[in-house]
C-alpha cells in the first residue's frame, strides 16, 4: 500500500487545525462575553448576571483547557511534518508564535486563575480587570495566529535570498499589516462572536422549551440575539470584502468558489456542481439565474471569472473550496435571517413566546462553529497547490519521513481528538443540563488584593485582634 506523505501531511494537519479551531473561537466569544456579563454585573447588581456570569465560567475553562492542548500540537507539526516551510519561513512565523505567547499566553496564564477562581479572593474591580485581560489576551491571540496565516495567503515585507532559500525581513509591519490580514481579523472575531452568541441563545432556547430557569433563560436568549444581530450586520459586508481582497491576491481561490471553468456571462449564483478537475468542466452544475453575476460585478451580464484563467499546476480542488464556501455562505445567510426574525419578534414583544423560533435556534446552537470551519477549509484549501502563496508549494514544505508514519500518527491523532470532543460535548451537556442553579451560592467577592498580598501572619494577627473586640 503507497502512502503519499504530501496528502497524509496535509490531512493531518486539516483534522488538527479542524478540531482546535473550535476551541480558541469559543475562547474568544465566550470570554468578551463573561467580561460584558461582569460588568453588567458590577454597574446594576442584579444578582441574575452573576449566574449567567458562573454558568458559562465553567464552559469558558473547559473550552480554553482543551484549546491549548489541542493547539501546541499545531506547533509541533510544522517542525515534524513541515520542515520545508518551517526553514524557509522561519526567519518570519518564528517571531510572530514568540510575540504570541509573550503576548497573549502570558496574559492570559497571569489572569486565568484569578478569573476562575479568585471571585471569593479578591475584590470585584480586581476580578472584573482579570475577566477583560483574559478576553483581551484571547483577542491578541488571535491578532498574532491571523498575522502569520495571512501573511502565508499574502507575504508582504520580506525579500526572497534564492541563495540560501529563505526569507529575509526588511519590514516587519509589513509582514504583520500583510494585505489580507486587515480584513481577515476583524472577519474572525466577528466569526467568534456570532458562534457563541448563536451557542448563548441556543442554551436559552432549551431552557425556554422546557420551562426551566426561564429569568436566566429569557435574558441569556435575549443577550445572545441582540450580540448576533449587531455581529452579522457588519459580517456580512466585511465577509464580501473579504472575497473581493480575494478576488485581487488569489485569483484561483476566488474562481474556485464560484465553480466556473471559464469565465460565464450573465452567471447564475451556483448551487450545485459536479466538477472534473482533470478535464476542467463541470458535469452537472444547478444555480440562481444572474445572481453570480450581480454578486460578484454588481451588475445582471457582468463576467465570473472561471478556473481556466490559472495555470492548472496552480489550480486549487475545485469541490472542497466550492462546497466549503457555500457551506459558509448560506449559514451565514441562515444567521442573518434568524437575527432578522429575532428583532422582528422583540419588536412585536412576541420573542420569549413563539415555541417554533425557539426550536430554530436551539438546532442553530453549533451553526457558527460550523460556519467558522467552512471559512477555514475555503481559506486554506483554496490556497493550495501553495503554502507560502506563489513562493513555496505544499510539496516542497513537507518532510522527507514515511508516509506511514504519518498515517499511524493520524490515526492516534482522530482516536484522542474524538475522546477529547466526546467528553468536552458529554460533560457540556450535563453542565447545561443541570442548569444554572448547580453554581454555587457563595459570596461573589470575597475579599480585596490587599488582603491576598498580606503576609498569613499578618492576616492571623488581624483576625485576633478581630475575635478579642467580639
Known amino acids: 500500500m503507497t502512502f503519499d506523505p504530501v496528502i497524509l501531511s496535509r490531512v493531518q494537519f486539516g483534522l488538527t487545525v479542524t478540531f482546535h479551531i473550535i476551541f480558541p473561537t469559543m475562547s ?60 524557509l519561513a522561519g526567519p518570519v512565523i518564528g517571531p510572530l508564535i514568540a510575540l504570541e505567547v509573550l503576548t497573549a499566553f502570558f496574559l492570559e496564564a497571569g489572569f486565568l486563575g484569578i478569573m476562575l477562581f479568585g471571585m471569593g479572593r479578591v475584590g470585584p474591580r ?9 478576553a483581551l489576551g484571547t483577542t491578541i491571540s488571535a491578532s498574532w495566529i491571523l498575522a502569520a496565516n495571512s501573511w502565508m495567503h499574502t507575504p508582504d515585507g520580506v525579500v526572497f535570498d534564492a541563495t540560501t532559500h529563505q526569507f529575509h525581513v526588511i519590514d516587519r509591519l ?21 458562534s457563541v452568541s448563536f451557542f448563548v441563545a441556543g442554551v436559552g432556547a432549551y431552557y425556554l422549551l422546557r420551562r426551566r430557569h426561564l429569568d436566566f433563560a429569557q435574558r441569556t436568549f435575549s443577550m ?36 466556473y471553468w471559464d469565465s460565464t456571462l450573465r452567471a447564475p449564483y451556483l448551487l450545485f456542481i459536479t466538477p472534473h478537475q482533470r478535464e476542467a468542466r463541470n458535469g452537472m452544475q444547478f444555480g440562481i439565474p444572474f445572481l453570480g453575476s450581480l454578486i460578484v460585478t454588481r451588475t445582471l451580464d457582468g463576467a465570473v471569472p472561471g478556473l481556466k484563467n490559472t495555470p492548472e499546476a496552480n489550480r486549487p480542488p475545485m469541490a472542497p473550496v466550492f462546497y466549503a464556501f457555500r457551506t459558509m455562505f448560506l449559514v451565514g445567510l441562515l444567521m442573518f435571517t434568524a437575527a432578522c426574525m429575532s428583532v422582528w419578534l422583540r419588536l412585536r414583544g412576541r420573542l420569549f413566546s413563539a ?23 475555503t481559506s486554506e484549501i483554496g490556497r493550495q497547490p501553495w503554502v507560502i502563496y506563489g513562493y513555496l508549494r ?5 518532510s522527507p519521513i514515511a508516509g506511514s508514519n504519518i498515517a499511524f500518527s493520524t490515526a492516534l491523532f482522530a482516536v484522542a481528538y474524538a475522546l477529547f470532543l466526546a467528553a468536552f460535548i458529554g460533560i457540556t451537556g450535563r453542565r447545561i443540563r443541570k442548569g444554572p ?5 457563595a459570596s461573589p467577592y470575597g475579599g480585596s488584593l490587599k488582603r ?18 467580639r
Open 224 to 259: 445572545g440575539l441582540g450580540f448576533a444581530a449587531i455581529a452579522i450586520a457588519f459580517q456580512l459586508p466585511l465577509g464580501d470584502t473579504v472575497g473581493f481582497r480575494m478576488f485581487d491576491y488569489q485569483p484561483a481561490k476566488f474562481q474556485a468558489m464560484e465553480g
Open 355 to 377: 415555541t417554533w423560533f425557539h426550536r430554530m435556534i436551539q438546532y442553530m446552537m453549533p451553526v457558527g462553529f460550523v460556519a467558522t470551519i467552512a471559512g477555514w477549509y
Open 126 to 134: 480586581i476580578h472584573f480587570f482579570a475577566t477583560l485581560m483574559v
Open 174 to 194: 509589513r509582514v504583520i499589516f500583510n494585505p489580507s490580514y486587515t480584513v481577515r481579523l476583524p472577519h474572525m472575531l466577528l466569526a467568534a462572536y456570532l
Open 437 to 441: 442553579d448547580a453554581a454555587p451560592e
Open 394 to 398: 505544499t510539496a516542497d514544505a513537507v
Open 28 to 87: 474568544i466569544g465566550l470570554a468578551t462575553f463573561l467580561a460584558v456579563v461582569e460588568g453588567l454585573w458590577l454597574k446594576t447588581r442584579d444578582e441574575l448576571y452573576l449566574r449567567i456570569y458562573r454558568f458559562w465560567l465553567v464552559i469558558f475553562a473547559l473550552g480554553f483547557g482543551v484549546g491549548v492542548v489541542s493547539g501546541i500540537v499545531l506547533s509541533f507539526e510544522f517542525g515534524t511534518n513541515f520542515a520545508g516551510f518551517a526553514k
Open 452 to 469: 491576598v498580598l498580606m503576609p498569613p501572619d499578618h492576616i492571623a494577627g488581624v483576625a485576633g485582634r478581630h475575635g478579642d473586640a
